[in-house]
């Protein structure tokens, strides 16, 4: 992988295995085939860390992304802005760019919702479930034929989807796929997207080790 910016990325973030924020942008540099630096930060010594990183991000909270001196917060914007600094995957006109805002909108209330789980408490988001995934298989029903939201076209939105369904722990749920067949075809072909696979691969081995 080679990068399109002058200096290499500098991803930070909790060294979580397979979930979170940072999680989405880097299943993005994947399938931009980006190089990066990627800072993880042990969750048990975040407190020692904050402080460096309110002085980064006004919220004190990660994922951060450095571009040489630039910094760049929040993770769904932080994938808007290399969409559009790469000029691919945030649509070509817009409403394009109108639908993926609008259910990667929906994702960050998916997000909010399912960060309750980390308290040990998964009942209430698990109700919710059904309801962010009709919302995204309707959003995908209005934007034509798959695969992905945008046809043949893979967005920023598809490392969102992919990672909300894989969080909840429905990539292989049977029922929920026959149920939401439009979001399981797309979360299907994004994680066989051959960059993505192989990240995820990669993955999977760094949790059995």
């Known amino acids: 992988m080679s990068s399109p910016f002058a200096s290499k990325p500098v991803l930070t973030y909790f060294n979580l ?21 990627d800072i993880r930060v042990p969750y048990g010594e975040w407190a020692a860390h904050k402080g460096d990183v309110a002085k980064l991000n006004p919220y004190g909270a990660l994922p951060v992304l450095q571009l040489g001196d630039k910094i760049l917060t929040q993770h769904v914007p932080i994938l808007r802005y290399l ?14 760019a109108f639908a993926i805002d609008q259910i990667t909108d929906v994702y960050i209330d998916w997000r909010a ?41 893979v967005s920023y939105a598809e490392p969102c989807l992919y990672q909300a369904v894989h969080n909840d722990g429905n990539l292989t749920n049977a029922e929920f796929a026959a149920k939401f067949p439009r979001l399981y075809t797309l979360v299907k072909a994004f994680g066989a997207r051959p960059q993505v696979a192989k990240y995820l691969e990669a993955r999977k081995k760094n949790e059995q080790n």
């Open 17 to 37: 295995p397979n979930i979170g924020r940072g999680e989405v942008v880097r299943l993005f540099f994947a399938e931009a085939q980006i190089e990066y630096n």
């Open 113 to 153: 919702s399912w960060v309750t789980t980390l308290g040990g408490d998964k009942t209430a988001h698990a109700e919710k479930i059904p309801r962010f995934y009709a919302a995204f298989e309707g959003f995908l029903a209005q934007s034509g034929k798959g695969p992905f939201l945008l046809g043949d076209q």
């Open 83 to 96: 969409s559009k600094k790469l000029g691919k995957y945030g649509g070509s006109n817009d409403d394009e």
